[in-house]
């Protein structure tokens, strides 16, 4: 068997085939013999003929069943992967391929996940209506803040600046990514303080609010922490999807606390951001609504973080919709979600009021609007910075201009003159 033997242009996919898209860049050989290379290597085949392979496993093969231009569509029979195992798929698909001498850039693009596949998966427990039940919002985008300085608050203070952006218009307050259970403000006692701010906000709001407590740790240590919050009544769990690893996500999502869950993807940039090798963002977010989180940051368009519109207003109609179809020049395959919830598309990284406006335009109301600086960096502080943002979501939704709203918006006033 050689590497041309997994290429067949003429073989038509079959429905319960997985399906991968990949950006290729050969080196030193034809775009057949890397593509080749890539489809022997990410299922039965290795680098030379070995005596061990027999008529039925070289059924198994993966085809490259299209190239164009630097474009190649790969078709995998489902009995190679392991269902409901999201490592071993992805040691597949996503594994050795990437470091292979024959290709000098290869990017998976977009996966199409047979039924059987996805079905194999939990999905998200709650989605954007799970969500939107919790916090009583019916169909405005809701509105979030991080606490920051992102470390170094103990755990009143954590708790005094979630208490304000609470009682100042937002519904949603979390931790940030890399603040965990630091000497300086310990998990346990965190939560404690916060969730009993929380309490005060929502009586003195008659809001309903959420606090999304970052369990991120050893897998044990997190399952720990997230019966902590369960037990103490805290409503929203938070995870790093990409730094815990796929495997740990599995097993949080497969204790079902019974909470929504929510996707913080530092570090998926690593794998993302060069758009000739890795794994696009697209796909990531595939695979993390497969396993099954509520909410997930997508990027912004207009805030500090790369990423363009298009690609992001991609990102969440993937996300969101139950059938995908297929986009040839955006190389987005289609997909089936059967039974599997939208999940809540989160916008954020160097937001402001004045961001608001163009962020429900390109992607709709479905959207948790979240800042961080943005709030707490608004001149009067986190309470103002919170409402102001609040406000700019009531402007944009009956379509006023901030400017226009601002002028007896004295929150919005500010903040406008601050970062316009
Ligand atoms: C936002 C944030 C988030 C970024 C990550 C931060 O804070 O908390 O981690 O949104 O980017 O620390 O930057 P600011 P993304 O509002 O102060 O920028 O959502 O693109 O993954
Ligand atoms: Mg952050």
């Known amino acids: 068997m050689s590497y041309a033997d997994f290429v067949a242009l003429n073989y038509k996919p079959k429905k319960s085939d997985l399906i991968c898209l990949f950006y290729i860049e050969p080196f030193q050989v034809s775009m057949k013999e890397a593509a080749g290379a890539v489809a022997a290597e990410s299922s039965v085949g290795t680098w030379t003929e070995v005596t061990t392979e027999t008529k039925r496993i070289a059924k198994m093969r993966a085809k490259v069943f299209e190239i164009k231009n630097n474009y190649i569509k790969v078709a995998y029979p489902y009995e190679l992967f392991e ?95 890399n603040l965990s259970s630091q000497d300086f403000n310990k998990f346990r006692e965190r939560v404690m303080c916060t969730l009993i701010a929380k309490d005060k906000a929502e ?23 997230a019966n902590f919050v369960k037990h103490n009544k805290g409503n929203y769990l938070m995870v790093d999807i990409i730094n815990m690893g796929w495997s740990a996500l599995q097993t949080v999502r497969k204790h079902n606390f019974k909470l929504p869950l929510h996707a913080h993807r530092a570090g998926y940039a690593a794998l993302a ?15 993390a609504r497969m396993i099954g989180v509520d909410s997930m940051h997508i990027g ?110 004295k929150e919005l006033y500010i903040a406008l003159r601050q970062w316009d």
Not at 205 to 225: F, P, S
Not at 348 to 354: E, H, N, T
Not at 383 to 408: D, F, H, I
């Open 300 to 409: 912004t368009a207009v805030g500090k973080m790369e990423g363009p519109a298009k690609e992001i207003s991609e990102i969440e109609e993937e996300i969101e919709l139950s059938l995908i179809k297929k986009n040839e020049a955006s190389h987005i395959l289609e997909q089936k979600w059967y039974n599997l919830k939208p999940v809540m598309a989160v916008c954020s990284g160097g937001l402001y009021p004045s961001l608001v406006p163009s962020l429900i335009k390109m992607f709709g109301k479905n959207i948790i609007c979240q800042a961080g600086g943005g709030v707490h960096g608004h001149k009067l502080g986190t309470k103002a910075g919170a409402t102001a943002m609040r406000q700019a979501v009531e402007a944009a939704l009956k379509g006023v201009s901030l400017r226009e709203y601002a002028k007896n918006h």
């Open 273 to 287: 951001r060069n758009k000739m090798h890795g794994i696009s963002m697209l796909a990531i977010a595939k695979i």
């Open 203 to 225: 009586k003195e709001t008659g809001e309903k609010k959420a606090y999304l407590a970052n369990i991120t740790a050893e897998t044990e240590e997190m399952l720990d922490r």
């Open 83 to 177: 269902r409901g195992n999201m490592p071993e798929i992805l040691s597949s698909i996503a594994g050795n391929i990437f470091g292979m001498k024959i290709v000098k850039n290869l990017r998976l693009e977009d996966i199409k996940f047979p039924e059987n596949i996805i079905k194999s998966f939990k999905g998200p427990a709650f989605g954007i209506n799970g969500i939107r039940k919790l916090l009583n919002i019916k169909d405005r985008p809701l509105v979030g803040t991080i606490v920051k300085p992102k470390l170094g608050l103990n755990p009143k203070e954590h708790a005094k600046v979630a208490y304000e952006s609470w009682v100042g218009g937002c519904d949603i307050v979390k931790d940030d990514e």
